[in-house]
């Protein structure tokens, strides 16, 4: 009866009071537990006085399970509320209640009446989204390179029926299930693999870790690998390939730059040869119509010259002939006496001192080429029944073929030594 007092008029002290109540009760019961053991933090019920349902509902503690001397993990739980006739569910948690020892119902949010005595909270889950921490561990990846692993699971409780009287204790569970199936993982994969498919791996986990849960009332949302460390030799060996994959890459780039430079620079040939030939070409094109241009006037010069030569030595009779013979006479010698110093094999005619029958002959040879050019005295036309000559050559005889003036002097002086010696 004074603890149906107590809870109906605990709303309706201070909340300042409440507040100092609630901190000065937590104290001594977290002072008792650690007297009686270090490991000891949920003190049973029966041993307190039982409190009114607002401290029930708000008073909260963390603990550790000790199985086999040792601790497990650290999970938050709650304290279970006494056994009052009104009590207030908070949101997103779920009390179980048993009545005589056997199931009978769970409490949803908000008001709720029990009968005391016979009903009791037996287990209090929280329906919120819970992470708990994945201790470090072992594992051997597919290439026996050995890494140390933790994580972070995430999970939350869809069936608080099977997660209370499914197993004894789900985080516990959970926390064992998680490292195994991690260790499953890893050893399916190499070093490789798992640091560049860390996503596909926490995929993995959570898959195999729902699988599992089902019957637990216990949904995995996802599973996060916080660190992976690889032994150190292995980290060195990392490192050191990282350094040589960033050398190659230098080489290559440095190789490709080389590469191009040369291919610039032979390209730059190319295009400066193409350059230069058409250049020369251009040269020699220019070259090739300056000379024929010459060419056509030197000819002309010298068809002129000899025109007028013959005019003359018609006009001037018997003198102009023997001005003639002079001239041819003295060019015999001096034609002779460069052969004498020029060459080594001289090829002397049978006459060779009789110059006067060399006259002779040059004499007849122009009276021929004054025939066949159909020249007449005072008149430097040519004969009507001459034949017309071509402008490009001369004749010099009626026997003798029309010579190229590109070669006006030497090839004229080659025809009268050969007219010279036919007619001796």
């Known amino acids: ?9 605990w709303p309706l002290q201070p909340q300042g009071h409440r507040a100092r109540v609630l901190s000065t009760m937590a104290l001594a019961i977290r002072t008792a537990a650690t007297r009686l ?96 921490e994945i201790p470090s561990q072992s594992a ?12 972070v699971l995430y999970f939350k409780i869809i069936d608080a029926y099977r997660a209370s009287y499914g197993i004894a204790d789900h985080e516990y569970a959970m926390t064992q299930l998680a490292q195994t199936t991690m260790r499953a993982e ?8 798992t640091l560049a498919e860390r996503t596909q791996l926490n995929s993995n986990i959570v898959h195999a870790i729902n699988s599992a849960a089902q019957d637990w009332g216990i949904q995995c949302l996802r599973y996060e690998i916080r660190d992976i460390h690889p032994p150190d030799n292995v980290v060195t060996a990392m490192h ?40 020369m070409k251009a040269k020699q094109v220019n070259e090739a119509f300056g000379e024929a241009d010459a060419i056509l006037l030197r000819a002309k010069a010298t068809a002129e010259s000899i025109s007028r030569i013959a005019s003359s030595i018609e006009s001037a009779g018997s003198s102009g002939h023997d001005a003639v013979s002079l001239s041819i006479a003295k060019e015999y010698i001096e ?5 004498g110093k020029e060459g080594t094999t001289v090829v002397v005619p049978s006459n060779m001192a009789d110059a006067a029958g060399m006259v002779t002959s040059a004499m007849k040879m122009f009276d021929n080429v004054r025939r066949g050019s159909g020249l007449k005295t005072g008149n430097s036309g040519p004969s009507p029944a001459a034949a017309p000559a071509s402008p490009n050559c001369t004749m010099l005889s009626s026997t003798t073929p029309c010579l190229s003036l590109e070669n006006s002097k030497d090839r004229r002086t080659d025809a009268i030594h050969h007219n010279i010696n036919t007619e001796l």
């Open 140 to 151: 051997i990846t597919q290439d026996n390179v050995t890494l140390e692993l933790d994580g």
């Open 37 to 132: 053991h270090p490991t000891l933090t949920n003190i049973s019920t029966s041993l307190l006085i039982p409190l009114p349902l607002p401290i029930a509902s708000q008073l909260r503690h963390y603990q550790s399970a000790y199985t086999g001397g040792s601790y497990n993990s650290y999970r938050h739980r709650r304290v279970l509320p006494t056994n009052t006739i009104i009590k207030f569910v908070p949101q997103q948690e779920a009390w179980l209640v048993e009545r005589m020892g056997k199931f009978h119902r769970i409490l949803d949010p908000g008001l709720a009446v029990l009968i005391p005595f016979l009903d009791s909270i037996k287990y209090v889950k929280s329906l919120k989204e819970v992470a708990i």
């Open 240 to 279: 050191q390939q990282v350094s040589a994959e960033r050398r190659k890459r230098a080489e290559i780039l440095e190789s490709e730059g080389q590469r191009q430079a040369a291919i610039n620079v032979a390209e730059g040939k190319k295009q400066s040869a193409i350059l230069d030939s058409e250049a």
């Open 1 to 9: 009866m004074t603890n149906i007092l107590s809870a109906v008029q």
């Open 186 to 193: 890893i050893g399916q994969m190499t070093l490789d693999k």
């Open 335 to 339: 034609a002779w006496s460069k052969i």
